[in-house]
């Protein structure tokens, strides 16, 4: 889970992220000084760690994360994307 969410630059350095700890995260993205793109890519890490939990931050949409993410951080989602096969 560290290497997906540190695939994403606004996640590299959040406090959380290595070790890995979903409620630190969660209770970071669910401040309103959060960027966009930040809050779309932590929202994918805690769908994907649980998709069932009901997030601080709020459910991941893809839709909306890629009206916010920039080139990089698409990039990142599609290599995990490509990950699954």
Avoid: N, Y
Avoid at 35 to 42: R, T, V
Avoid at 45 to 65: I, M, N, Q, T, Y
Wanted: some cysteine; proline content about 6%; aromatic content about 12%.
């Amino acid at each position: 889970m560290s290497a997906l969410a540190e695939s994403f630059p606004s996640l590299r350095v959040m406090a959380g992220v290595r070790p890995f700890m979903p409620k630190l995260i969660d209770q970071q993205l669910s401040h309103l000084t959060i960027c966009e793109p930040e809050l779309h890519a932590g929202r994918l890490v805690l769908s994907v760690w649980s998709c069932e939990h009901p997030w601080k931050a709020g459910r991941f949409d893809l839709f909306e994360a890629l009206l916010w993410w920039d080139a990089e951080h698409r990039a990142s989602f599609l290599r995990w994307v490509q990950s699954l096969r």
